[in-house]
């Protein structure tokens, strides 16, 4: 019975099934186990030999031979559990028993003695080094033949046959006078034979070239030598000259360079035999030789007949002369020892060619023509031997040399070299952007694999290189330093803004596929293509957490490298929350900083460096988990209960500073940074529970306030940390006031924070009468710009905890209102009302020109090495005094003025007009009336995006503010014009983020009529007086544009609400614009901002619902309904009608041509919405507005368009609509001939006269009613032929006639005539054939009238009936002109006429 053997797969009850089998069928096996005995007398087994007392197993077929298998790992001996070891048995005895003949092998091993041996102590020497066996080129030739011998082997040959040579030399010459020396035979002296031109190290007693290597027999070194010999006689047998031509003749044969070659070599070989025969000669002196001789590549008795030939290679000068005693100096190779010689002289650059740039070790760019010593360390390199410095090539070689010492350079002068570049040091010195070359050559992978090093000063350096490459200098100040300002802790992520080009590409889709899409292929993207785009993802692709946190668990480096990585961390955390969540979630990382630098109990720390960080509390530490936190709630959730972050807290803000243990500098900063990661944690609502713990630390510390303010001077990581307290006590104080919020469905991060607030409002009641004083000291210092400037944050932080403070008292039900009413009224009397008196406050208002980034664009222009793969606020230096973020700006604390009285007026409308008092301020009346002059705004970078920001925020105060005064008294006409036009360029420039301010704008100041003063001062009436002036005709009334105007006011409600439907930000991110300005902590998801791409609104926005009922008409077929597509429509054009009335500067970020555009929109929407009565009206205005002598020049339709990806395209498609539903409409006719003007591209005129011509016989628009001149039209001259060509076909054909398109024809006759006559002698010939055809065809056209209006015509003029004036007889240049015509041609012509 044949049983299948198992198979991979089959599992344990198949085994158990097989057993059985096997069993039941009763066969034998195929193995036998027969177990031996080990005791004496036991029975042997039978069929193994009786010696062997091993257990064997005997298997059939089996070869005697076992198989060459790869030997298994060494097992570990394991002790038989059911056999006990004796432990008093002897382990010899029982090894001879157990097995014999290994002792028997032991016992024959018997120790030398050693006892009466001399021992001998190696001699001393005075050479630093012993002497080293060489071995010569000859021995290695004779030798060759003999096979492969060991060094051992051939030195004992050669010593035997050199003493054979020694005594058959003896032999042969019994007397040889000592005095003379000893030639050896084999370097024979050049001066022996002057005839001869042989080598002074080769003589002709040896063959130099064959060796008869290949020869097998016996007698082969008899024949090497007859042939040699003959050779010999041969070269002695010719003269001189024929000797040199052969050699001429041998040389032009062979390759230069195998010449070069070969000389070098031998000249290499002559210089060891040269040096060792002087050596053993007796007549000289074996010592170091003491003057230094020059080396020259080739052998200096050399006959001057062979420098004839070719010329000589240059002198190589050595500062010293090797010799053969050196180590590996037997063989000297010229072109290695280069590097020793002296440095050739330093080339001066006459030209302007580009030079590669060169740094010192101190990361300075050297100049070309710069000489420094070479003790400093900077020629150690190929290239440019004569230059100093290394260029970015040599250092990346650098990197990766074996030398730790050398890739930790090399780590260092790369970031000094980074770091200054950042700093902007080299400016214009360098041709390109450094950061941007050194990460296209793999820089940033070259510090990852830098880290991964096992030297630590190699992975200090690259920690060091990475901080520098990643965090740039000053944005982290800039950030700690605004943390107290309005809204200053929610920042933008520092990510690219810039989607990359497979993200363009799928614009189309929704955000959820384009989200569902993206994360796949991020993940399998590789890390190069990740860093192109964005270098944060870059290196997070690379395991780059891991590594850091190994960094600071086991290898515990020094205090430097701990507060770079943390550093670095903290960089990556700003990036984004997915960045933020990857370090939160990364193993061990989060509980090592935690445990290590935020220790609760510590030794004592004195002032001075700190030998280790490890066990100290660290303040980098703390500001990593407080940017953590701000990235969103979740995370500092966690962070509080996972990490034990509430007993740190307690730990730092319990003592004061100067009680820490810590240098005083630390705990100031340590002791800020938790007071801010308790502000953030507050702002959402968590850690209120640490409110009731510390609330007399709290106090203690208010009450201290008034002191510290009083020292002098301020210290300003002092100012800091009050303003961090005062920061959290507003926090506290909001979460304190925050309503429960009602969860909506599908809202899950709502459900989260469904907990209430532990704070309550009586525990916060008791703050104001600590921190009203602060305030009320501080502003004393007003006068005092030095002292006021060095308060930094401060005052800016009591105001928005007054305002808060104010806010949530005004909501609490169960407090009587005239409480904090009354409260209010003592604030404004006794704080706000002569603080607004005080002429120091107006010096603050003229500040804001100078310190604005929209007054300024230059200050907000980019950082030098600004990548959009790496982004950084870019305030390397410092900011300028006179900034957003200057010591001396005035905005944080305008802002929170602001902010306090827009609290106070909305609760208590009595002060409204006390307070509206600030409005009348010159000085902010001076910058508004800047902010909305004609003025390029800045580019839009992150600095900009962020200090933009804190400006929109003061503007939306004062329009806030404003708009709530004019409900109460009516303020002048031109401050209120003033604030509705820069509400409506506000609205245009708000960045994401700032959703709930646009859409309060929207609801209060945009449409409100109030900031309208036009419709009650005459505007109307004078838009009708101006158009009668500029158009020559007044029109029907009801189409004036006063009278639309005036119907535009009236409706301005549901202009609004138009508006309202259409341009409203997302839901989302409105809720959550709203939670954080409203003070609703709750609700507060995340301080990060979301990536600033660009304003929130479209510049075109009010033409918004326009494009938005285009695309939808363009969607559904069957259209929308008409009402609603009339409505939408009206009251668009009328909102477009008032910004171009009275807000021009609103469209001005709208050009010319695209307001075209977009009134083209309206006829495409459908076939009939154009007809509509007030549509008529209202285009009819607009475009007269388009056509006036101011505006028409600037209407460009051949530059790029906003929102348009070609004109173009919407004209063709433009022509085929009008061609299709127009029936001769005269407006939509005069919208289809306004791209037709000369100085637009021809394009558009091709596309009419070849594709459309049937458009011609509806164009019917008369003369009279054209928007334009009509020389717009006719000059200068069409130069376009096939233009031209198209003309005359349509003119000969009939497609165009004066009754049908009198505005094309008399373009077309224009151009014609024109062509027809010029006589242009720079003309191509194919021109000059192509006209002298045209006027031949006029010449001959049965067409009477047609052929006078093309050879009569003179010039345009729309007053009369044919639109153009005719000669009543040829010019004589003219006739003449025509009489060039071939006779036969003017005959024909002749008898026609």
Same mark, same amino acid.
């Given at each position: 019975m044949m049983l299948s053997r198992p198979k991979p797969g089959e599992s344990e009850v198949d085994l158990l099934h097989f057993q059985s089998q096997f069993l039941e069928a009763g066969a034998a096996p195929a193995v036998q186990l027969v177990k031996g005995s080990r005791r004496p007398g036991d029975a042997q087994p039978e069929g193994l030999p009786p010696l062997d007392r091993r257990d064997v197993v005997q298997m059939d077929n089996l070869p005697d031979l076992p198989p060459a298998l790869v030997p298994a790992p060494a097992k570990r001996a394991k002790p038989n559990p059911g056999h006990h070891l004796p432990h008093d048995e002897d382990p010899e005895e029982r090894l001879s028993r157990h097995d014999q003949h290994i002792t028997t092998v032991l016992s024959k091993i018997i120790e030398r003695d050693t006892s009466?041996?001399?021992?001998? $102590?190696?001699?001393?020497?005075?050479?630093?080094?012993?002497?080293?066996?060489?071995?010569?080129?000859?021995?290695?030739?004779?030798?060759?033949?003999?096979?492969?011998r060991s060094i051992f082997a051939q030195e004992i040959a050669a010593r035997r046959v050199s003493e054979s040579r020694v005594s058959s030399a003896k032999q042969a010459v019994p007397n040889q006078d000592p005095s003379q020396g000893a030639v050896p035979c084999d370097t024979p002296s050049s001066r022996d034979n002057d005839s001869q031109l042989a080598r002074p190290s080769h003589g002709f007693h040896r063959p130099n070239l064959i060796t008869g290597k290949g020869l097998r027999s016996q007698a082969a070194e008899q024949e090497v030598q007859t042939i040699h010999e003959e050779n010999v006689a041969r070269l002695q047998a010719m003269d001189p000259d024929e000797i040199r031509k052969e050699q001429q003749q041998l040389l032009?044969?062979?390759?230069?360079?195998?010449?070069?070659?070969?000389?070098?070599?031998?000249?290499?070989?002559?210089?060891?035999?040269?040096?060792?025969?002087?050596?053993?000669?007796?007549?000289?002196?074996?010592?170091?030789?003491?003057?230094?001789?020059?080396i020259t590549s080739a052998s200096t008795s050399e006959p001057k007949m062979e420098e004839k030939l070719e010329p000589r290679a240059p002198v190589l000068t050595l500062p010293m002369t090797p010799h053969k005693e050196w180590l590996h100096m037997d063989t000297v190779e010229l072109e290695k020892l280069h590097w020793t010689q002296d440095l050739p002289p330093l080339r001066q650059q006459r030209t302007k060619e580009r030079m590669q740039a060169r740094f010192s070790l101190q990361g300075e760019l050297l100049a070309p023509d710069v000489d420094l010593p070479t003790h400093l360390g900077l020629h150690h390199h190929g290239e440019e031997a004569e230059r100093a410095g290394y260029s970015l090539q040599e250092l990346f070689h650098l990197t990766r040399s074996q030398v730790s010492q050398q890739r930790a350079l090399a780590l260092h002068v790369l970031s000094q070299i980074i770091n200054r570049a950042q700093v902007g040091e080299f400016g214009d010195r360098l041709e390109g952007s450094i950061l941007r070359l050194l990460l296209d050559a793999g820089f940033l992978f070259l510090l990852r694999f830098a880290l991964d090093d096992r030297v630590d000063s190699v992975i200090a350096a690259a920690v060091r290189a990475l901080r520098t490459l990643l965090v740039a200098p000053g944005d982290e100040e800039l950030l700690d330093s605004s943390f107290s300002w309005y809204h200053g802790a929610s920042v933008f992520p520092l990510m690219p803004s810039q989607e990359d080009k497979e993200d363009e590409d799928e614009d189309e889709e929704s955000p959820?596929?384009?989200?569902?899409?993206?994360?796949?292929?991020?993940?399998?993207?590789?890390?190069p293509d990740l860093a192109r785009h964005d270098v944060i993802k870059g290196l997070l692709a690379t395991n780059l957490l891991p590594r850091l946190r190994y960094v600071l668990e086991v290898t515990c480096p020094g205090p430097s490298v701990v507060l770079d990585t943390l550093a670095v961390l903290i960089r990556l955390a700003r990036h984004s929350l997915e960045s933020a969540t990857r370090v939160l979630e990364c193993p061990r990382l989060i509980e090592t900083i935690v445990q290590e630098f935020l220790p609760t109990s510590w030794s004592p720390i004195g002032v001075g460096p700190t030998p280790s960080l490890y066990k100290v509390p660290c303040a980098a530490a703390m500001k990593l988990l407080r940017v953590l936190a701000s990235a969103g709630r979740n995370i500092a959730a966690r962070l509080l209960s996972n990490f034990d972050i509430r007993s740190r807290l307690c730990r730092f803000i319990a003592e004061a500073p100067q009680e820490l243990a810590l240098p005083p500098e630390e705990a100031e900063t340590l002791s800020t940074e938790a007071f801010r990661l308790w502000a953030v944690a507050a702002s959402y609502g968590q850690g209120g529970d640490l409110y009731r713990e510390l609330y007399p630390v709290l106090i203690r510390a208010l009450q201290t306030l008034p002191t510290e303010l009083s020292a002098r001077p301020p210290q300003p990581l002092s100012m800091q940390r009050m303003a961090s307290l005062l920061t959290l006590l507003t926090q506290l104080t909001l979460a304190a006031s925050s309503i429960h919020p009602e969860p909506t469905s599908g809202s899950a991060e709502y459900c989260v924070s469904a907990t209430p607030s532990a704070v309550t409002w009586t525990q916060v009641s008791g703050l104001k009468p600590l921190v009203e004083p602060c305030l009320k000291q501080t502003l004393k210092f007003l006068p005092r710009p030095d002292v006021w400037c060095a308060l930094g944050p401060v005052p800016s932080a009591c105001l928005l905890f007054l305002g808060a403070y104010y806010q949530a008292w005004s909501q609490q039900s169960s407090v009587c209102p005239e409480d904090w009413l009354q409260d209010m009224e003592c604030l404004s009397d006794e704080v706000l009302l002569p603080l607004l008196s005080q002429p120091s406050l107006g010096s603050l208002w003229d500040a804001l020109r100078l310190c604005s980034p929209l007054c300024n664009p230059l200050s907000c222009a980019s950082a030098p090495e600004a990548l959009p793969s790496l982004v950084s606020l870019g305030c390397a230096g410092g900011c300028p005094r006179l900034s957003v973020a200057g010591t001396a700006s005035p905005f944080p604390f305008l802002t929170a003025l602001l902010s306090l009285v827009n609290i106070l007026v909305r609760t208590h409308k009595g002060l409204c007009g006390q307070l509206a008092a600030v409005l009348t301020a010159p000085g902010l009346q001076n910058y508004f009336l800047q902010c909305v002059a004609p003025v390029p705004a800045p580019q839009l970078t992150p600095f900009s995006a962020w200090a933009l920001r804190h400006e929109y925020h003061l503007q939306y105060m004062v329009l806030s503010l404003a708009q709530k005064a004019a409900t109460v008294q009516p303020e002048a006409a031109a401050r209120t014009a003033l604030h509705h036009a820069l509400a409506l360029i506000l609205l245009s420039r708000l960045l994401p983020g700032s959703e709930y301010l646009a859409q309060d704008l929207l609801l209060s100041c945009v449409f409100r009529l109030d900031f309208m003063p036009e419709n009650?001062?005459?505007?109307?009436?004078?838009?009708?007086?101006?158009?009668?002036?500029?158009?020559?005709?007044?029109?029907?009334p009801q189409c004036?544009?006063?009278?639309?105007?005036?119907?535009?006011?009236?409706?301005?409600?549901?202009?609004?609400?138009?508006? $309202?439907?259409?341009?409203?930000?997302?839901?989302?991110?409105?809720?959550?614009?709203?939670?954080?300005?409203?003070?609703?902590?709750?609700?507060?998801?995340?301080?990060?901002l979301p990536v600033p791409k660009g304003p929130l609104l479209p510049t075109d926005w009010p033409f918004q619902p326009l494009i938005d009922l285009y695309h939808q008409a363009s969607d559904i077929p069957s259209g929308l309904p008409a009402a609603e597509s009339v409505g939408i429509a009206t009251r668009v054009l009328q909102w477009v009608l008032v910004l171009e009335s009275w807000r021009p500067e609103a469209l001005r970020a709208v050009p010319p041509a695209a307001r075209l555009a977009r009134l083209m929109c309206v006829y495409l929407v459908d076939s009939e919405l154009f007809r509509e009565t007030p549509i008529q009206h209202l285009v009819a205005a607009l475009l007269a507005q388009l056509c006036r002598p101011q505006v028409l020049p600037s209407l460009n339709l051949d530059c790029p368009l906003p929102g348009l990806t070609s004109f173009p395209d919407l004209y063709a498609s433009f022509l085929d609509h009008f061609e299709a539903v127009s029936f001769g409409d005269h407006l939509f006719g005069a919208l289809v001939l306004l791209p037709l003007q000369r100085r637009f591209s021809v394009t558009l005129r091709l596309a009419l006269f070849g594709e459309h011509v049937g458009v011609l016989r509806a164009l019917g628009l008369p003369l009279t009613q054209l928007p334009v001149p009509l020389q717009c039209y006719t000059e200068p001259a069409e130069d376009s032929l096939a233009l031209l060509q198209l003309y005359f076909r349509a003119l000969v054909t009939g497609a165009l006639r004066p009754h049908w398109c009198p505005v094309l024809y008399t373009v077309a006759v224009a151009h014609v005539n024109s062509f027809i006559f010029s006589q242009d002698p720079k003309s191509s010939d194919e021109v000059k054939a192509a006209r002298r055809s045209m006027l031949q065809k006029t010449w001959l056209l049965a067409d009477e009238r047609l052929r006078l209006h093309l050879l009569r015509y003179k010039l345009p003029n729309s007053s009369l009936l044919e639109g153009f004036e005719l000669y009543s007889q040829l010019p004589h240049l003219r006739q003449q002109h025509l009489q060039t015509l071939p006779t036969e041609v003017l005959q024909k012509g002749g008898v026609k006429t």
């Open positions: 009466s041996v001399t021992v001998t $102590l190696p001699v001393p020497s005075g050479v630093a080094f012993p002497p080293v066996f060489h071995r010569s080129q000859d021995r290695q030739a004779k030798l060759a033949a003999s096979g492969k032009a044969q062979l390759d230069p360079s195998l010449v070069a070659f070969l000389r070098s070599h031998s000249h290499g070989r002559e210089q060891t035999g040269t040096k060792a025969s002087m050596e053993q000669s007796p007549g000289r002196r074996s010592g170091p030789v003491a003057k230094e001789e020059p959820t596929e384009k989200a569902k899409k993206k994360t796949p292929e991020e993940g399998s993207r590789p890390p009650a001062s005459g505007g109307p009436e004078a838009a009708d007086f101006s158009d009668g002036l500029s158009l020559g005709n007044s029109g029907e004036r544009r006063g009278a639309l105007l005036v119907q535009a006011c009236r409706e301005l409600p549901s202009i609004r609400s138009c508006y $309202l439907a259409h341009c409203s930000p997302a839901r989302a991110g409105l809720r959550t614009s709203q939670a954080l300005y409203r003070g609703e902590p709750l609700r507060v998801s995340s301080l990060l």
